[in-house]
C-alpha cells in the first residue's frame, strides 16, 4: 500500500489528494519499511512514535507494535512529513518548518481568534469571565449561557472539586449529565457541535473539569453546576461574531414553570439569589445529594393553545358501524433498562372485529398513541474501563493505571452501580506494567588519570558518560543514578618528605628579672617541594625554649609574691613568671630571710600559663639546607610557610615579613691544590698560555703549572658567567 503526503511545490503545500483516503500516512510508511529488517536478531512490526520534541520530531522514530520501546531508524523522515498531527508545520532536510495559515512554507501568518488568516480579530469578540457565586442549595445551579454561533468554548474548573459540570440546550434535551446521572468523559454531540468532556481522575491531578468544543453552535446552551461543594470558580471562554445577537433566556415554544426534559425551574419562593440559576428534578427537593434518583418520572408536557386561535370545523359525523382499536403495539426501543413504545391503532368493524382501511373511520376520533414504558427490568451490568493512565517511568519496566467502574443502563442513561453487581464478570486490570523504551545505560568511557599528586593522598578520575540505546550521548537523568559507576576516587602515593618547621625565638623573657625562657613554635610537616634537600624530621626535635637572664631581682619580704611577668609570648599560650621570697615584718621595714625559714607554709606558685589573643597566622620556616658551593660564593635554600593556628596553610601572613628562603654561602676563595709533579719545564711556558697550546699533551706537560693555571681560571670566568 502506498503512502500519502502532502507535495511542496514551490514551497507552498499542495492540497490535493494524491492518494486515495485509506491510504496510510507517510510516517507509517516509512516505518512499515523496516518491517523485513532485522533489529537485535529479530522482526518487528513497526509503528511511528510521535512524542519526540524539537528536531526530533523530524526523526523517524518507530515503535515496535505490542511492544514498549521505540528506536530511532533514521535521522530523518522524507521532505514534506508532517512534524506532528497537527498538520501546521512539515520536515525539510531535518528541520521543522513552519506552514503559515495561507499554506506558504515559511509563512508567519496565523488565523486570529476569529479564524480569518492574517485578521486582527476584528470579525469577531472574544467573551470571557469567571463564574464565583456562592451557591447554597445541592442540585443544578445554571451558570453560563453559550449563545447561537458561539466557537472556541472553553469552559473550565478552577480547581479540583466535587462538583460537575452539565450542559443541556434550550430545547431541553440533557448533553452532559442531566437528569442526575454522571457521565463518562468523553466526546458529547450538542448544538451542532461536538463536545469534550474531561474529568482527570488522577489523585494527584489538581484540574477541575471542563467542557470543549470549536463551534460553531446551532442554538443557545446552558452550562450548569450540579453543586455539592463550595464553588472553586469556572472560567468561561468563547467567541461570538461582531453581530451576532444573544436569544432570550426561554425558547418561544416554553412558558415558565413547564417541564424542561424533565426538570423543573425553581419556583417564586425559593432563595432570591438562587432565582433563575438553578433547576431540579420533579419530585426531588434542592437539598438532596446529586446521588439521588427522583422518586417517579416526570409526566408529560401539557399543551397549550394560543389564546386567538380558531376552533376547528368539526367534520361529519361517520358511520359508528367502524371504529379504532387497538390491535398491538409498537416494538420496545430497548431490549433492557426501560424503554418505551407506543399502542398500534387500526380501524375495524364493530362487529366483526375486522380490519379495514383507516379511511372509513373517523380520522378525528382515532386516539392519540401514548408513550408507554417497556422493558423496565435493568440492563446487566458491565464493567466500564478507562483510559491507561501515562507510564511511571520515561523507559524501563513502569506501571500505568486506569478506572474501571461497574456500570448498568436504564432509561437511557449510563448509571454507576455497586461492584459487586458485576461480580458475574471478571474485572478487568487496573494496574498494568508499562515499558516506553529501552533505558539508556552507564559507560565507562576512559582509564583512570594519573594520581592529582606525586606524594601523599590525591585523587584520580575517568570519564563516565550515559549512552542511550542508540549510541548516543544523553542527560545523565536519563540513565539510574543509583547504578553510576564512580568517576572519582581518593589514591595514596605513599608518604611524603618531612621537614621541622620553626617561628622565629619570641622578642620577650619569660621573666623581668632573673632566669626566664624565651619560645618558639616547633612543627613537623610534609615537604611538597622535592627538588630541596631535606632529609625529613627524625627522632631529634629542635628545642622549644632557650634560656635568658634579665638580671638579679630586688630582695623583698614573707612568702611574698610579686607581680605577674609579662607573657613570654605575644599570641597563643604561653607562660607567666613572678618572684616569690620569704620575708620577715620589722618595725617599719622587712628583712629577707631564708626560704627555709617559710617552708611550713604553702608556697605561691611562681609560674602560671597565659594567653594574650589569637596569632592568627604566622611564619614559618625549615632548616637552611647546604650549601651548593664550598667556596668562592654558592647559596643555599630553606622553605618558608604560612601557617594559622592550627597549622593549616593559609595566605594571611604579611609578605613584608616573609623571611628570606634563598641566602648566598661560602664566599671564600677556593685554594687550588698543590702537585708537587705539576711544574713548567721552560721559562716561556707563558707564550705556550697565550698561543692556546696547552691543548696539545706534550705542552700540557711541559709546562703543566702555567696550562693548570690558566685551565682554573677560566673555569671560575665561566662559573661567575
Known sequence: MMACHPVLISFKRSDKQICPENTRGVREAQCASYNNKPFMGRFYEWEPFAEGQGNQKCELNCRAMGYRFYVRQAEKVIDGTPCDQNGTSVCVSGQCKTIGCDDYLGSDKVADK??????DNSACKVVSGVFKHILTNLGYHKIIEIPEG???INVTEMAKSNNYLALRSRSGRSIINGNWAIDRPGKYEGGGTMFTYKRPNEISSTAGESLLAEGPTNEALDVYMIHQQLNPGVHYEYIIPTANVIRPLLPPHRRPGDPFNGQLEVPDNTNPTDRGNSFVEQGIHTGHPSGSYPARQPGRLPSHHPDNQVPAVQPPRRNREYNWKQIGTTECTVTCGKGSQYPIFRCVNRNTHEEVSDNVCDSSTKPIPEEEPCNLFPCPAYWDIGEWSECSKTCGLGMQHRQVLCRQMYANRTLAVQPHNCQHLEKPETASTCQLKICSEWQIRTEWTPCSVPCGVGQKTRDVKCISNIGDIVDDEECNMKLRPTDIENCDMGSCAKSWFLTEWSDRCSVECGEGVRTRSVVCLTNHISSLPLEGCGNTKPSETMSCDNGPCQGKVEWFAGSWSQCSVECNSGTQQREVICIRKTMGSFTMVNPY??????????????YLKPCGVKWFHTDWSTCSKTCEGGFRVREVRCLSDDLTPSDKCESQYKPEDTE????QDCIPEIDENCKDK?????VVVQARLCVYAYYKTACCASC?????????????R
Open 150 to 152: 458561539a466557537t472556541k
Open 682 to 686: 721552560y721559562y716561556n711556558c707563558n
Open 114 to 119: 476569529c479564524g480569518v488568516c492574517g485578521g
Open 664 to 667: 648566598s654561602c661560602n664566599p
Open 708 to 720: 693548570k693555571r690558566a685551565a682554573n681560571r677560566q673555569s671560575g670566568f665561566l662559573g661567575r
Open 597 to 610: 625559714e617559710c617552708s611550713f607554709l604553702e608556697k605561691p606558685p611562681r609560674q602560671q600559663p597565659c
